[in-house]
């Protein structure tokens, strides 16, 4: 059993940078890969980056490309999402999912065994 915390969301204006961060507790955090979802009111839960068990490989969805960045700290069982350049439309419910399943990343969200229950960020115009 794996259990996810999220912190670091909030309320910022557009352009402005934000770090979300993602604490487990349970089995060694290396065992599994990370991935970041996001999800806004009336719309399905859409992928937003990935980390590999050793942090060697990521995946990002090309809207956040060369904006986030997906990092993990396997020495404090964290996983990070630096958002820079925020956009109205980044506004969501961010989540962390965690796999035992693929070592590497993937952008299923059926392929994630564990998730947090969210933090919220709101980007104003």
């Known amino acids: 059993q794996v259990h996810l915390v999220e912190s670091g969301g909030g309320l910022v204006q557009a352009g402005d940078s934000l770090r979300l961060s993602c604490a487990a507790s349970?089995?060694?955090?290396?065992?599994?890969?990370m991935g970041w979802f996001r999800q806004a009111p009336g719309k399905e839960r859409q992928f937003v980056a990935a980390?590999?068990?050793?942090?060697?490989?990521?995946d990002y969805a090309d809207s956040v490309k060369d904006r986030f960045t997906i990092s993990r700290d396997n020495t404090k069982n964290t996983v990070y999402l630096q958002m820079n350049n925020l956009k109205p439309e980044d506004t969501a419910l961010y989540s962390c999912?965690?796999?035992?399943?693929?070592?590497?990343?993937?952008?299923?969200?059926?392929?994630?065994?564990?998730w947090g229950q969210g933090t919220q960020v709101t980007v104003s115009s």
């Open positions: 349970g089995r060694t955090f290396s065992t599994y890969a």
């Open positions: 999912a965690a796999t035992y399943r693929v070592a590497v990343t993937t952008t299923r969200p059926t392929a994630y065994d564990y």
């Open positions: 980390i590999s068990r050793s942090g060697s490989t990521t």
